[in-house]
């Protein structure tokens, strides 16, 4: 089955404390991005890759990294994660950039205290 | 300006209604038009896909594109509780780099009452 895979799906933590979100598609997709999605603000894109070693900032970079070392991996980081950051994540792929459909995973609520 | 506006809704419908969602955009590069659904504690999933203007329909689901009046709409037939959902716009222009991203407007929230 096609699908993008998330984890963890819930976590709670606190400020300061660095974690990863792991996400993996099984669909050799070239395009994966990272996007939060806020009451109110809808989604927004935090990071984007176009292909293994090529990463790029989106609209809201500030305090995340990500790598991209194998195609099918693409974790983002949260190096020193503060309140700001709680939110509910998604992590999509997609054969190419922009016009090509995205595939979602289910998402990750990450909650800093 | 925003360059995509979704009103946020909540909309409520009775089962068996007409459904019109709609989103507007400023960005006249913007060349292909999606509408995703998302159901709650799920990821959106790709719902229907149109290029430049017209109409596309798959069953109950019908999306039409005015590019003259930058003007998107999804409208669904015969609704069915099944259709509750937030459905999300997106779109995007027909170039790479970081311009070609997909923008989403902020979803409409659509409750439809048995």
């Known amino acids: 089955e096609a699908q993008v895979t998330q984890n963890p799906r819930y976590l709670i933590t606190v400020t300061g404390k660095k974690l990863t979100v792991t996400c993996s598609q099984n669909m050799n997709h070239e395009y994966m991005s990272w996007y939060r999605q806020d009451p109110g603000l809808g989604l927004r894109q935090i990071y984007y890759s176009m292909n293994v070693e090529v990463t790029d900032k989106g609209d809201v970079p500030e305090g995340y990294k990500v790598s991209r070392k194998e195609k099918r991996n693409f974790p983002l980081i949260l190096e020193s994660p503060s309140p700001n950051q709680t939110s509910l994540y998604f992590c999509?792929?997609?054969?190419?950039?922009?016009?090509?459909?995205?595939?979602f995973g289910d998402g990750t609520r990450l909650s800093i205290l | 300006q925003k360059e995509v506006e979704q009103d946020p809704g909540p909309l409520s419908v009775p089962e068996g209604a007409i459904v019109s969602l709609n989103c507007t955009y400023s960005?006249?590069?913007?060349?292909?038009f999606m509408w995703y659904r998302q159901y709650s504690r799920k990821g959106p999933e790709l719902l229907m896909y149109t290029y430049s203007s017209g109409n596309k329909e798959d069953g109950r689901f019908t999306a039409q594109v005015d590019k003259s009046s930058k003007y998107i709409s999804l409208f669904i037939r015969d609704s069915q509780p099944s259709d509750s959902a937030t459905y999300l716009c997106a779109m995007s222009p027909n170039y790479g780099g970081s311009q070609g991203n997909l923008i989403f407007g902020k979803g409409t929230k659509l409750s439809v009452k048995p």
């Open positions: 960005n006249s590069a913007f060349q292909y």
């Open positions: 999509a792929s997609s054969l190419g950039q922009g016009y090509q459909p995205q595939h």
